[in-house]
Every structure is written in structure tokens, then in C-alpha cells.
């Protein structure tokens, strides 16, 4: 609910932000503590810790069930209000808070709604957490192999009609479940999607992890809860403002998903000592993005983005991913490569010479996140920097290490995954491992993607994935 202010310079207004206003009043009227956290308001902790994160944060590093605050699980009180505000502000019917950041929605969903034995429908580039998920339900995933964009070494989007051939071929299918974007930025068609999902009656989850801004303008994509997802996962804290791990999940209106069974997984994974300051980040970051000032940082990195594409066009021996290419991107997600460099060398020589540090790089490209927190100078000095290294002859050597960074193979499934996580195993030297069945999930961040997980044929493919890896757990013979 908006409501407005007097602000002496201009009538600002103000956004309802429950958890925000409980904590300050927590935090204006202290009482005696003689609960935890046992800091006891930032009494307890090294002075340098203190001195570095400000007395202030200390003072409101609480844990719900005091100080009226609320509660998690149930929500209620501030909590259970400002759940609502989100559920309403993200056009859900109900929106629950994360605190092990998208990780534990996907938990929360494989666990609540999928069963042993059903087949999930996911692409291979899906993040881990969707996996362990499974691992924990049984559940078995029934591989899409998106498109492949090789000359960026990325995985594109994925084709509805695979969607809908392995649909009338697979039986128990318990859900649909994509990624969207993926994390460089590629969007699929999930307005098809969904229907085709609706079609065969059959539910349908978005990991939005990486769109959390584009419910709140219409020059993004158009977010899933839109376009008829059942469920979509959030990562609040990447790109939308919140603290780190603080993410959101929320359930459709009309939702094929029982929202009860979700909320029961929900609650045997999440922390019982949830922290105040990330719910209250959560808070913050849906009032601020529904805010005025919000809409201007939005609107301020929609044309940081623009401005520093349209740099990037006019430079030598520079190449960025977009939607020119026959598929869509999203314009804040800048990924490049450079001819003659690798993507790890860019990556290097900005930190080194330039002092910038990016998302992540491949063997290819590196990603870029303009971000709301990012201002126009900041993104002149990366365009400048670009400019500088496209004009400079830097050699690059990391190409002699011959390794590989964004899996992208196609899986060789001896097991199916629980079974194979459970069974016995047996640890071995690297060089002794092809021809073996991995016994472990290994999906390194970023982009936690899966290299090779219980049940899967180790080949000779995978060793330029594994070069940090000098032991690798196999299923035992
Ligand atoms: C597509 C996708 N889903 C889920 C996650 C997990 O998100 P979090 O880090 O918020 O737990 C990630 C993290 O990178 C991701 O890329």
C-alpha cells in the first residue's frame, strides 16, 4: 500500500516496507536481550568485525520470533505482511521469502511436488540446487538439450516442440522445469511453453533466478508468472537489490501446484533462525523496485545497458551476445568475447590492469551485469577499458591449458541419479576415471551447471572440464 509523505523538497512516495519499519522500531526501542544471537547486539564480536560492518548492522542482526517481529514458518506478523506485498507487487497468489537463496525454492519444490520415480523435464543447463532437489525426492530428470550457440561456447534456448515430443512420449511426467534466462541472458519462448504445458495438463516451473527485475518494466521480458508458470524461483539478491541469499519463490494464481505440500518441504529445509536483516533486504528491495526511485534505477541501467551496447558496436574485434542473433536476450547481461583472447584472459587483464571485476568468464567470453547499483561513469570506464584492450596487443597463453569452462555435453545415463548417489563409491585418480560412473554431482560456480552427476558415464569429453579436479568419486564395480 502507497502512501504519501511530505518530503520538504517535493511529495515523495512512500512505499510500505513492514519488516523495514519493525526493525527500526526493534531497533529504536531495545530491550534486554537474553536470547539469541548471542552477540547480544554486536557486544560479542571481534572490533574489527565491528568497526567493518558498522555497530548499526549488529544491532539489528536478529532472528524472527522476537521484538514483534514476526515469523518465518508460518509467516506472520511484519513477515507474513510483507510476503503478502511481494505476492501482490509480482502478480503471484502467494510469495514465500528464501533465506538459502534460490537453492532452497528449487529444494522446496522437487521436494514438495515431485515424487520417486516421476520425470522432470529440464534442460541440461539447469543450476544444481533442481538436481539436489530430485536427489532428494527421486525424482528423475528427463534431459532437454537447449540449442547450441558454439561460436559463444553458450547454451541457447530451448525448443517448445522438444517440450511438447517428449510430453506425448514420456509417461508421469511430474513437471516442466526451465531456466529462464539463462545466465548469460538467453530467453526461451515461455508463453508456447506454457501452453503446451497447460495442454497436457502438466505443471510448469521457471528458475527465474537471473529476471527478478523484469516484472517491474515492460522493456524487459516478460516475466513467467505472466505467461502462466505454475511456480517461479527468484534470486532477489542477484540482480534485484536484496542481500546476498535472500531470494523469493512464488506460487501462480490458479497454480496446478499444491502450495501446501511446497510450504511443507519449505519448512523442514529452511533455517530456524532466520535472519531479520536479509528478510528486511527482501522487503526493501520489492518496496524500492515499486518505488519511484526504484523505477529511475531501473530505467537508469535500461540505458546504462543501451549505452554501453551501442559502444561496444562501434568497437574493433569486439563481439556481444543479443538478440540480433534470432533469439532474445536480456539487454542488462552483457556477455563478449574478443577475437585473438580468451574469455578467462579478458577476465584477467580487467581485473589486473583495470581493477574491474565481472560476473564470470569462459574459455570464450566474459558476462557483464549492469546492474541498478551501477552508475553512468562506471559503465564509461568499463566501455573505455574494452576499448583500450581491443587496441592492445595482449597475448593470451591461457589457451595452453586447454580448459573448459561451460559444460556442454550431452549425458551418457548408466543410473538413475538417487540410486547412483546412494550406492557405494569408491574415490580415484582423474587419469583412471574414463569409462567410469560418476558417483558425485559436479557443477562448479558459476554457473553451477552440471558436468557430471551420479549415474553418468565418465568420457574423455570431460577432461578438459576437470583440469582442477585431481580425484574424482565414481560408483564402485
Ligand atoms: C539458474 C539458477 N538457478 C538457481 C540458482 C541458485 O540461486 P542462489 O544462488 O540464489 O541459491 C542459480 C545460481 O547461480 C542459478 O544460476
Known amino acids: ?40 547486539r554486536g557486544i560479542g564480536v571481534l572490533k574489527d568485525f565491528r568497526n567493518l560492518i558498522g555497530s548499526k548492522a549488529l544491532k539489528v542482526d536478529t532472528t524472527d520470533e522476537f521484538d514483534n517481529l514476526g515469523t518465518l514458518t508460518p509467516p506472520t506478523g511484519a513477515i507474513a505482511r510483507a510476503e503478502e506485498l511481494a505476492a501482490k507487487a509480482f502478480g503471484a497468489e502467494r510469495t514465500f521469502f528464501l533465506l538459502n537463496g534460490s537453492t532452497v525454492g528449487n529444494l522446496s519444490l522437487a521436494m514438495g511436488i515431485t515424487k520417486k520415480g516421476q520425470k522432470i523435464l529440464t534442460n541440461r543447463n539447469c543450476h544444481r540446487s533442481l538436481l539436489t532437489g530430485m536427489i532428494i525426492s527421486g525424482a528423475e530428470p528427463v534431459w532437454l538439450i537447449p540449442e547450441k550457440l558454439e561460436d559463444w561456447g553458450l547454451w541457447g ?72 508458470a505454475d511456480a517461479v524461483v527468484q534470486s532477489l539478491h542477484k540482480t534485484g537489490g536484496s542481500m546476498s541469499q535472500s531470494s523469493m519463490l512464488h506460487i501462480a494464481k490458479n497454480s496446478k501446484l499444491d502450495v501446501n505440500k511446497i510450504e511443507r518441504a ?40 543501451k549505452y554501453l551496447r551501442k559502444r561496444l558496436d562501434k568497437m574493433q574485434n569486439i563481439h556481444q551476445l543479443k538478440s540480433d542473433f534470432g533469439f532474445k536476450t536480456d539487454i ?21 590492469d583495470f581493477n574491474i571485476e565481472v560476473e564470470s568468464a569462459s574459455d570464450i567470453g566474459a558476462l557483464m551485469l549492469v546492474n541498478i547499483g551501477n552508475k553512468r561513469s562506471e559503465i564509461k570506464y568499463l566501455a573505455d577499458c574494452l576499448e583500450k584492450i581491443t587496441q592492445t596487443d595482449y597475448s593470451d597463453i591461457y589457451h595452453l591449458e586447454n580448459k573448459k569452462h561451460m559444460p556442454m555435453l550431452i549425458p551418457n545415463i548408466k543410473y538413475n541419479l538417487r540410486d547412483a548417489f546412494y550406492m557405494e563409491k569408491e574415490i580415484i585418480k582423474k587419469e583412471n576415471a574414463v569409462g567410469r560412473i560418476s558417483g558425485e554431482v559436479i557443477a562448479e560456480c558459476p554457473p553451477g ?29
Not at 523538497?9 to 548471542?38: C, M, R, W
Not at 542488462?332 to 583472447?341: E, N, R, S
Not at 570431460?462 to 579436479?469: G, K, N, R, S
Open 266 to 305: 519449505l519448512k523442514l529445509l529452511h533455517t530456524t533462525s532466520p535472519s531479520l536483516i536479509l528478510l528486511a533486504s527482501l522487503d526493501a528491495a520489492r518496496a524500492n523496485l515499486s518505488s519511484e526511485t526504484g523505477q529511475k534505477q531501473i530505467e537508469r541501467t535500461i540505458n546504462n545497458a
Open 1 to 40: 500500500m502507497a502512501k504519501k509523505v511530505n518530503n520538504k523538497q517535493k511529495n515523495i512516495t512512500k512505499v510500505e516496507a513492514p519488516i523495514v519499519e519493525a526493525l527500526q522500531q526493534a531497533f529504536d526501542s531495545p530491550s534486554y536481550q537474553f536470547h539469541i544471537p548471542g552477540h547480544t
Open 449 to 477: 551447471i552440471a558436468i557430471l552427476l551420479p549415474g553418468e558415464l565418465i568420457t574423455k569429453e570431460h577432461l578438459p572440464y576437470l583440469t582442477d579436479y585431481e580425484e574424482i568419486e565414481v560408483i564402485k564395480e
Open 332 to 352: 542488462t547481461k552483457v556477455f563478449v568475447k574478443i577475437d585473438g583472447l580468451s574469455g578467462k584472459r579478458l577476465e584477467s587483464i580487467l581485473e589486473i
Open 157 to 228: 534456448c530451448i525448443n517448445p516442440e522438444k517440450i511438447e515430443h517428449l510430453l506425448k512420449t514420456t509417461k508421469d511426467v511430474g513437471a516442466v522445469w526451465i531456466t529462464n534466462p539463462t545466465y548469460e541472458g538467453v530467453i526461451s519462448d515461455i508463453k508456447t511453453i506454457s501452453k503446451i504445458c497447460n495442454k497436457y495438463n502438466v505443471p510448469l516451473i521457471v528458475d527465474e533466478a537471473h529476471g527478478s527485475l523484469w516484472n517491474f518494466n515492460k522493456s524487459f521480458p516478460t516475466p513467467a508468472l505472466q505467461l502462466g
